[in-house]
């Protein structure tokens, strides 16, 4: 602890003074400030219809002052757009006219919510705290399709956050209308300071056109800050406003297998004999806490209705990474972004950023270790208990933000071999914290902030198999910030460092030490060393960049440090570790439309990366270009040309091996998603002077033959040769102990996605994902020195197995896996706010001892194998209280 306190307070301390400077004056800009936006206030109730026919809507305020962004930056629109703004004690309401010279031409499509599937659309951007940097959007297409989120970091987006609100279009000869209610309980504000920030925007599909009356100009940086000042919101008393979402469930699934586990296909296991229907209550509440900040709360939660993740076949030593999903968490996790603040882009080559907090930790599947035994009742995920957030700005400049979750403790039974039953625990009862804090100064010039995460586990007494396998507590903590280097705003430099200590057993923190990314028992790397003793691991990291925000010229360069110490993983996800990384990068863009080209860019780089033992890890350089087309056509591509290094994870705490030069070339293609029609293909091969290669065929499509029917989905084809595959370390070798394997692996993998929508309100989703993929190990051989690529070929050891008393090893873990996972989804919002969802999930899975590949065999293997089923109705229904 003392390691890790002293490290935060030597990156205070070494942050720079200008922390303390005065607020400076706000960076001058070329363009004209648009001048300011009214609203008017109403006290006649306004009927949210679409048809624009109250008298507030005929007042001459009309704003009509739109601009093309795309295609032709700084021209008239071509079509009319008028906009007018009211409000009452309760809502802000936006009334827009969108004139179309060929209204049978306007695109409308039906889709599901925060997907405009390529139609025509009107979108209000607010800026309440009117900082200049964050805000939330809200859009209606022409089909009247709701979307919403947030704006940060001046330009970003995140469409994760869902707001009850209300919109409304109509179609007449003249065009389309749309109409908004967006109520004042669904935005935080300063109550003193009622001038916000606003902007509008407008797509035409047809024309592939945007009009807005603010925009980021091509080749320059900031949005939120370029947004006009929106005044007359006067007299405005926020309420305390409570909303409170009961809902239930009731679950009936079908188990035939372990999820957890591709090679646990027992169909005779007697906890899954059979249908199994569990009822349940739960609930969410959000509240305003004053005016700035907003409280969610939800007590056993149930996300059933997310789609399932897709299978993967991952042989490396990094946990497969999989987005989350679960709305409670993804709203409003922006808030929680921590070390890529400040500047609008961050390049990286072989960094393995870390991910300071990764939701998914919370209810992750059970850790603890399942016991030998004829069959287990395990369970596929930790329950959780209840969970809070709390978001928003204390002050002026001041976001805040934290997490506070409680999981329960996870039982798993097994049947032992007598007939009898035992239960055991898989996971503890486990407390998480997340606490964030970023203040931006001197007109957003400068920021610094703060952000900690904790983890708290409660054992079942102090001989609780658990502790020996599970952390018993950890703590990561992070500063980051940034600062701009001219009065324009041209330059910046950002970053971050963090520090890390994660507490247990003797025995976990030993298992800890010798897995990943720590690999602490390396022989070739004095100075680590695994303690049998330790009862805790510290460890830190730090990355700075300094990025040219705008102009013609592009550069961008950073350099960073992961101790080999550095541990974040009870609440957060890590890639990598012992690495000190760096990259000088420059590159040129077109940003002004010239014939057939709308924009262009060419981007070079160096990197190199090297482990704390001073061994060289990576030598490369990055070449690499995108091109669009004014018909919005793409055309991307890159390589990376690396050069001979050491590998230092490749042995898995063996010694150290020397890696050959090779390449990757990524090639992309794909048309205008705006299209009924639209289409991507990918082709991406590697290759390595040691006999290594890759390639991957990939392509997309996605066709929407009527206006509220979207299909798309695509195959995978992936083709590899790898010349040392990890096997295994031995001890008693007379050579190095690290053994391989030649790989050939063959894999095909498929998405495929159906949308239907009847109404703007309901909906239809399918997802399939089908993969198959085979695995042919052979040719055994053994690393005979240290920092060397000397192989040496060993006999394939005969391993046990009754049916085949000459099975090897190699041939053991070869063979081809099938598996097909997917979900349907019936969503119905009967009232804003208020959902039904109706969800059937499958996924089945099964694997042989072929190691051909053969389209027809693995597909045999896939339709034979057992499924799990699972049947979901859940009804949440919303109050205003």
């Not at 919109?167 to 007449?172: I, P, S």
């Not at 420059?586 to 439309?593: I, N």
Request: net charge negative.
């Amino acid at each position: 602890m003392r390691t890790l306190v002293a490290t935060l307070m030597l990156a205070a301390c070494a942050w720079p003074a200008f922390a303390q400077d005065p607020p400076a004056p706000a960076a001058p800009t070329t363009e004209p400030q648009h001048p300011p936006v009214r609203a008017v206030r109403t006290d006649r109730p306004i009927a949210v219809d679409g048809l624009l026919n109250e008298d507030i809507w005929k007042n001459g305020n009309a704003i009509t002052s739109f601009t093309q962004r795309d295609p032709d930056q700084g021209q008239a629109p071509r079509q009319r757009t008028e906009v007018r703004l009211a409000y009452d004690d309760d809502a802000v309401y936006v009334g827009a006219r969108l004139f179309d010279s060929a209204p049978d031409s306007v695109v409308a499509r039906l889709v599901r919510r925060d997907d405009d599937g390529g139609s025509d659309a009107f979108s209000v951007m607010l800026d309440p705290y009117r900082d200049k940097r964050t805000g939330y959007f809200f859009q209606v297409s022409a089909a009247g399709v709701l979307a919403d989120g947030v704006l940060m970091n001046d330009g970003w987006d995140d469409s994760s956050w869902d707001g009850v609100w209300l919109a409304r279009v109509q179609r007449d000869h003249e065009g389309w209308t749309a109409e908004m209610r967006i109520p004042f309980s669904q935005l935080r504000f300063n109550a003193n300071q009622m001038v916000w920030g606003v902007n509008f925007q407008r797509s035409i599909s047809r024309l592939n056109e945007l009009d807005a009356l603010v925009y980021t100009p091509r080749g320059q940086s900031g949005y939120v800050s370029r947004f006009p000042e929106l005044q007359g919101l006067d007299r405005l008393k926020p309420a305390r406003n409570i909303e409170v979402t009961p809902y239930a469930t009731n679950k009936a699934e079908h188990l035939r297998f372990d999820s957890g586990s591709l090679t646990e296909f027992n169909t005779d296991n007697p906890f899954h004999s059979g249908w199994k229907s569990t009822p349940a209550l739960g609930g969410d509440l959000r509240t305003s806490l004053g005016s700035k900040l907003t409280l969610n709360a939800t007590i056993n939660p149930d996300f059933g209705q997310v789609e399932v993740d897709p299978a993967v076949v991952n042989l490396s030593d990094v946990e497969s990474f999989f987005q989350e999903k679960r709305p409670f968490f993804t709203e409003g996790v922006s808030v929680f972004r921590c070390g890529n603040n400040g500047a609008n882009d961050y390049w990286g080559f072989n960094w393995p950023e870390p991910i300071f907090f990764y939701s998914r930790r919370i209810g992750r599947t059970p850790q603890g270790s399942t016991s030998s035994a004829d069959s287990s009742d395990n369970p596929l995920a930790t329950h959780i208990l209840g969970a809070a957030k709390v978001t928003g700005q204390a002050a002026p400049g001041w976001n805040v933000g934290t997490v506070q979750a409680l999981t329960q403790r996870e039982i798993a039974t097994r049947r032992n071999f007598d007939g009898t039953d035992t239960d055991y625990g898989v996971e503890p009862m486990s407390y998480y914290g997340v606490y964030r804090f970023m203040h931006e100064l001197n007109d957003r010039r400068q920021g610094i902030g703060l952000m900690t995460m904790t983890t708290a586990r409660f054992f079942d007494g102090g001989s609780d198999p658990l502790r020996d396998q599970v952390n018993d507590r950890s703590v990561v903590s992070a500063m980051d910030g940034w600062t701009f280097l001219d009065k324009k705003r041209t330059w910046v430099i950002s970053g971050y460092a963090t520090a890390s200590q994660i507490h247990g057993t003797p025995a976990r923190m030993s298992s800890i030490q010798k897995g990943f990314p720590h690999y602490y028992q390396r022989p070739d790397r004095p100075g680590l060393g695994v303690d049998p003793g330790a009862t805790t691991l510290t460890g830190w990291s730090s990355r700075w960049w300094i990025n040219k925000q705008q102009g013609k010229l592009l550069f961008n360069s950073a350099v960073g440090a992961l101790s080999p110490g550095f541990n974040n993983n009870d609440l957060g996800f890590q890639f990598g570790g012992d690495i000190v990384n760096a990259h000088l990068g420059a590159g040129w863009q077109w940003e002004e439309p010239k014939g057939w080209r709308q924009y262009a860019n060419v981007l070079g780089a160096l990197a190199s990366t090297w482990d704390f033992g001073g061994n060289s890890t990576l030598k490369g350089f990055y070449l690499g270009g995108r091109a669009e087309g004014r018909n919005r056509w793409s055309y991307e591509a890159n390589t990376f040309l690396f050069g001979p290094a050491f590998n230092s994870r490749k042995t898995r705490g063996g010694p150290l091996m020397a890696s050959k030069p090779g390449a990757n070339l990524n090639l992309y293609f794909d048309t205008n998603g705006r299209n009924p029609w639209f289409w991507w293909v990918s082709y991406n091969p590697n290759f390595s002077q040691d006999g290594s290669w890759t390639q991957s065929v990939s392509n997309g499509v996605t066709w929407r033959p009527i206006p509220n029917l979207g299909l798309s989905g695509g195959p995978e084809y992936f083709l590899s040769h790898t010349d040392t595959q990890f096997l295994r370390n031995i001890s008693g070798s007379t050579m190095t102990g690290s053994q391989f394997a030649e790989l050939e692996q063959t894999q095909l993998s498929m998405g495929l996605r159906a949308d239907y929508s009847a109404t703007p309100n309901v909906s239809f989703q399918v997802y399939l994902q089908p993969l198959l993929s085979t695995l042919r190990f052979h040719d055994m051989k053994e690393l005979e020195r240290s920092r060397t690529y000397e192989l040496v070929s060993v006999t394939d050891p005969i391993v046990s197995d009754p049916g085949d008393p000459v099975v090897t090893l190699t041939r053991a873990i070869s063979g081809t896996f099938a598996s097909l996972r997917g979900n349907a989804v019936v969503r119905w919002e009967y009232l804003p706010g208020s959902t039904a969802y109706f969800v059937w999930t499958q996924e089945r899975a099964a694997e042989d001892g072929v190691n051909e590949f053969d389209v027809d065999h693995s597909y045999r293997v896939m339709s034979r194998a057992p499924a799990n089923n699972v049947f979901l109705v859940k009804v949440a229904h919303h109050f205003d209280l």
